[in-house]
């Protein structure tokens, strides 16, 4: 799982735990995490995680829980990318919006596909092997209907939603979507009448969209900017990683730039050379454990360690097991698919 992506935590979630009776104190606590998480409301995708797995842990009703949160999650709390859609002129461009603009918080992202007379809407990840936690799949699905049925001003609902784990109250979840809900499903997904996506927003407002619309296009093209100069990076050490021992001053060099200059952009990019290095050989060790034709030895030569017990901790600290365990168990999962 990636460690440098860096996720910005909406003020208005904190609001509305507290409206729910959830104490944010326990909650940072018992996702053992800081208690500054708080007040900066910045963290990575592991403690992203941690905290919904913790409010799941907490509510003790997944099911409430999921349905609580869109709820009472004031509009006025939006923050600018979903006040944007918010604002939208109709349900498909307030869609549109979110797909776009969730791209500057990852790490889920939205697919929309419109076919017939469905549209459906898909949860995919970014940059990770690992689905988020089952509250914050469920949730977010959830806050996508709230949305249209505020912005269009009725009860809207679903025509299926699809999770790939299991809930023990689906009732309660098939009441508030208005539809079937399939658990145990290949994808997390909600489809809806696609004739509802043109349905107007009684909530449209041109002008604020005219002020909001620039400033979230220039921070998305910024976010784009640094997002490859990190690609760029990375592909220049996994292309080294064989040789002799690189520094970011050889990087800087192939790009022509001081080291002092691709320091501040990979800062800009909320990143650093030490943690691409360690992202390129995660990736590169997986690519080649999964290839049973190399031994172990190899695995640790070609992603840049000299012996095999310093490749044996790093790839613990990365996976939470050995490399023979974890070639062991994804050959397993490869035989049963």
Same mark, same amino acid.
């Given at each position: 799982?990636?460690?440098?992506?860096?996720?910005?935590?909406?003020?208005?979630?904190?609001?509305?735990? @507290?409206?729910?009776?959830?104490?944010?104190?326990?909650?940072?606590?018992?996702?053992?995490?800081?208690?500054?998480?708080?007040?900066?409301?910045?963290?990575?995708?592991?403690?992203?995680?941690? $905290?919904?797995?913790?409010?799941?842990?907490?509510?003790?009703?997944?099911?409430?829980?999921?349905?609580?949160?869109?709820?009472?999650?004031?509009?006025? #709390?939006?923050?600018?990318?979903?006040?944007?859609? /918010?604002?939208?002129?109709? /349900?498909?461009?307030?869609?549109?919006?979110?797909?776009?603009? @969730?791209?500057?918080?990852?790490?889920? @992202?939205?697919?929309?596909?419109? +076919?017939?007379? *469905?549209?459906?809407?898909?949860?995919?990840?970014?940059?990770? +092997? #690992?689905?988020?936690?089952?509250?914050?799949?469920?949730?977010?699905?959830?806050?996508?209907?709230?949305?249209?049925?505020?912005?269009?001003?009725?009860?809207? @609902?679903?025509?299926?939603?699809?999770?790939?784990?299991?809930?023990?109250?689906?009732?309660?979840?098939? %009441?508030?979507?208005?539809?079937?809900?399939? $658990? *145990?499903?290949?994808?997390?997904?909600?489809? $809806?009448?696609? %004739?509802?996506?043109?349905?107007?927003?009684?909530? /449209?407002?041109?002008?604020?969209?005219?002020?909001?619309?620039?400033? $979230?296009? #220039?921070?998305?093209?910024?976010?784009?900017?640094?997002?490859?100069?990190?690609?760029?990076?990375?592909?220049?050490?996994?292309?080294?990683?064989?040789?002799?021992?690189?520094?970011?001053?050889?990087?800087?060099?192939?790009?022509?730039?001081?080291?002092?200059?691709?320091?501040?952009?990979?800062?800009?990019?909320?990143? *650093?050379?030490?943690?691409?290095?360690?992202?390129?050989?995660?990736?590169?060790?997986?690519?080649?454990?999964?290839?049973?034709?190399?031994?172990?030895?190899?695995?640790?030569?070609?992603?840049? /360690?000299?012996? #095999? *017990?310093?490749?044996?901790?790093?790839?613990?600290?990365?996976?939470?097991?050995?490399?023979?365990?974890?070639?062991?168990?994804?050959?397993?999962?490869?035989?049963?698919?």
């Amino acid at each position: 799982m990636t460690t440098n992506t860096r996720i910005r935590i909406p003020d208005g979630l904190w609001t509305g735990l @507290k409206q729910l009776g959830v104490n944010t104190r326990d909650l940072v606590r018992k996702a053992k995490l800081p208690l500054t998480v708080i007040t900066e409301s910045v963290v990575t995708v592991e403690q992203y995680y941690a $905290l919904w797995q913790a409010y799941s842990d907490i509510i003790g009703d997944m099911e409430a829980g999921i349905l609580k949160l869109p709820i009472v999650f004031e509009t006025a #709390q939006y923050p600018p990318s979903v006040l944007a859609a /918010y604002h939208a002129r109709d /349900y498909r461009d307030a869609l549109q919006r979110m797909v776009r603009y @969730k791209e500057m918080c990852p790490p889920e @992202k939205l697919r929309i596909v419109e +076919e017939g007379k *469905s549209c459906v809407i898909e949860l995919e990840w970014l940059d990770t +092997e #690992q689905a988020g936690p089952p509250m914050l799949i469920g949730t977010t699905l959830a806050f996508l209907l709230e949305l249209g049925r505020r912005g269009i001003g009725n009860p809207l @609902k679903a025509r299926l939603v699809e999770f790939t784990h299991s809930f023990g109250q689906v009732e309660t979840l098939e %009441e508030y979507f208005g539809c079937p809900i399939q $658990l *145990s499903a290949k994808r997390n997904r909600m489809t $809806l009448q696609r %004739e509802d996506l043109d349905r107007p927003f009684i909530s /449209y407002n041109a002008e604020l969209l005219e002020i909001l619309t620039p400033v $979230l296009e #220039q921070t998305l093209d910024e976010q784009h900017r640094n997002h490859s100069i990190t690609e760029i990076v990375k592909w220049i050490i996994k292309r080294n990683l064989t040789g002799e021992r690189l520094d970011i001053q050889d990087v800087a060099s192939e790009l022509a730039m001081s080291e002092r200059t691709l320091q501040r952009r990979l800062t800009d990019a909320k990143t *650093s050379f030490k943690e691409l290095l360690k992202k390129a050989r995660h990736e590169q060790a997986r690519q080649y454990l999964a290839d049973p034709a190399l031994d172990i030895k190899e695995v640790a030569f070609l992603v840049g /360690y000299k012996d #095999q *017990s310093s490749f044996y901790r790093a790839f613990r600290s990365w996976e939470g097991e050995t490399p023979l365990n974890w070639r062991a168990e994804h050959a397993l999962i490869n035989e049963l698919h």
